[in-house]
């Protein structure tokens, strides 16, 4: 007798229904135009930058957030672009495909 049976002889009014879970990876909105990841040097230190966000500001702070405390990296949001100090553009590309946005990479 496995469990399954031990169940329906304690409780065998209730009826089995199945689960069928969503997995919703974020809220953030995923659009159809890829975001814009490209390295730049400013007074002769790396930077990445992410743009071509057209969703809402706020998911793009977001988003900003989680890539910063996943790399534990510094960074700002500043004109509707990402900037992330240091060159991370393969983990950073790698972090917004498993959430489902299309990345391309500009330059070097």
């Known amino acids: 007798m496995d469990l399954k ?3 329906k002889n304690l409780f065998p009014e209730h009826q089995e229904t199945e689960n069928i879970e969503e997995k919703k990876d974020s809220s953030l909105w995923l659009q159809d135009d890829p975001i814009i990841c490209k390295y730049e040097k400013r007074k ?3 930077i ?4 071509g966000y057209t969703g809402a500001t706020e998911d793009f702070k977001k988003l900003a957030k989680d890539i910063k405390t996943t790399l534990s990296v510094g960074g700002s ?5 990402i900037i992330i100090q240091g060159d991370y553009r393969d ?3 790698t972090i917004l ?3 489902g946005f299309n990345v ?3 330059g070097g």
């Open 44 to 46: 002769g230190k790396p």
């Open 5 to 7: 049976d031990q169940l």
């Open 97 to 99: 495909k498993e959430k």
């Open 91 to 93: 983990k950073i590309m």
């Open 77 to 81: 949001f500043k004109d509707d672009k």
């Open 104 to 106: 391309k990479r500009v």
């Open 48 to 51: 990445t930058i992410l743009e």
